[in-house]
């Protein structure tokens, strides 16, 4: 039976949203669902509402790759406000404690190797972490204790821009899970003073950036998904750096069926498994035998 002519359009892909200030995350998502008529959609990592930047939106059969871009190197450009402590670790939160200690150029420079690499570092209290099966902001907004653990995250490179008499701007480069806010906060401490995120631009997120992102007015102004299309990137995009395998049409619908397929080579922790320019599943060569991990419908 044919879909009816007015049927949304089905759509497997990521679309790059450049985030503004004052927007949720979740805002976007929804935004986005509803333009692609009911679909699943998710995220690779969401941002603060004060944050800007780079949001990438997994849409359909997309979604299956989203953990290839959690898990993928970001990069960040935020401004650190100096002589102040908050209890959210960025400019929405209360003045919890004040210092009038501001870091020279080479006093912040010379700090930096305690913040390159892995490294310890304490979540904020204002975090979306579960503590006791609770948002550890949801506690913290009732005024009840929030108790967090230390946690090892990696930082690949950490730059500074410009300082003044109140504020730096840094570029930082980083892994899965670091908190830009707690990575101020520690810097300044470091330092000597007290200090807060002003603001917070996301820049990259794996091999996304913001050339490939659009705006949000141009999102507000897309009204049905045929539009939304034009703007969709490839479902294996952030897929670049995974093997490709190259499978007859034969193979690859066994593949999708569930079914092992014999091949020659060393075992390979995951490929790419395509016919022609279509990708059939993520997959594992494991003893001359390739096993599907992920099967994608497209």
């Not at 509402?49 to 960040?76: F, Q, S």
């Not at 294996?236 to 569930?258: F, N, V």
């Amino acid at each position: 039976m044919n879909e009816p002519a007015n049927a949304p359009e089905r759509l497997n892909g990521w679309l790059i949203v450049d985030k503004p200030a004052g927007r949720s995350s979740a805002h976007i998502v929804g935004r986005i669902k509803r333009l692609a008529g009911g679909q699943k959609v998710g995220h690779g990592g969401t941002l603060d509402p004060l944050a800007t930047g780079v949001l990438p939106i997994a849409i359909g059969e997309a979604t299956k790759t989203v953990a290839y871009v959690m898990h993928g190197t970001k990069a960040y450009r935020f401004t650190l406000k100096w002589g102040e402590a908050r209890d959210t670790d960025d400019s929405e939160g209360k003045i919890t404690e004040t210092s009038d200690v501001r870091p020279s150029h080479s006093d912040i420079e010379a700090a930096f190797p305690e913040f390159v690499g892995e490294i310890s570092q304490l979540p904020p209290k204002y975090s979306a972490l579960k503590v006791a099966g609770q948002r550890a902001y949801a506690l913290a907004r009732a005024d009840k204790p929030v108790t967090l653990q230390p946690r090892l995250v990696r930082i690949d490179s950490l730059s500074l821009l410009e300082n003044d008499q109140d504020t730096a701007t840094f570029d930082v480069i980083c892994g899965k899970g670091t908190y830009i806010r707690a990575l101020a906060r520690d810097l300044a401490l470091n330092l000597g003073t007290f200090g807060h995120v002003s603001a917070l631009r996301r820049t990259a997120v794996g091999p996304f950036g913001e050339k490939a992102a659009i705006s949000l007015d141009i999102l507000e102004s897309l009204v049905h998904s045929a539009r939304l299309a034009a703007h969709v990137l490839p479902v294996e995009a952030p897929l670049a750096d995974i093997p490709a395998l190259e499978l007859t049409e034969s193979d690859a619908h066994r593949l999708r069926c569930g079914q092992v397929i014999a091949v020659k080579g060393a075992d390979v922790e995951t490929v790419r498994a395509v016919s022609g320019e279509r990708l059939v599943a993520l997959a594992r060569i494991e003893m001359g035998h390739l096993k599907a991990l992920r099967v994608f419908n497209l």
